[in-house]
């Protein structure tokens, strides 16, 4: 079985973080209310090609999209990476904003 992908939030960059043999993964992400709740908007999940195709982009999106729901967030999915993973992960429909 593999390892699980370490995934760090760095609330202060406004980002969930990845490493992995000396290479990065990283969501970037904002937050703007709406009709008085919080949205947390996803930009860009950008992940280094040496690492490509071992399920970092899905990590941080996981993470990010677990973290929005424990805070009682709603997600904008800006990113079209971030938008196709809500549709392929109906558990978290209810996120979208």
Do not use: K, N
């Not at 939030?9 to 043999?21: K, L, P, T, Y």
């Not at 969501?27 to 009709?35: P, S, T």
């Not at 996981?62 to 990476?81: H, I, K, N, S």
């Amino acid at each position: 079985m593999a390892e699980p992908i370490p995934v760090t939030h760095r609330v202060a960059d406004a980002c969930f973080e990845s490493r992995i043999d000396g290479h990065r993964g990283v969501l970037q992400y904002a937050r703007r209310d709406a009709d008085g709740r919080s949205v947390l908007v996803i930009p860009s999940v950008v992940v280094d090609r040496a690492i490509e195709g071992r399920g970092v982009a899905g990590a941080l999106t996981r993470a990010a999209l677990e973290w929005a729901r424990a805070e009682g967030w709603r997600v904008d999915p800006v990113c079209p990476y971030v938008d196709a993973w809500l549709r392929r992960h109906p558990e978290f429909a209810g996120l979208r904003a």
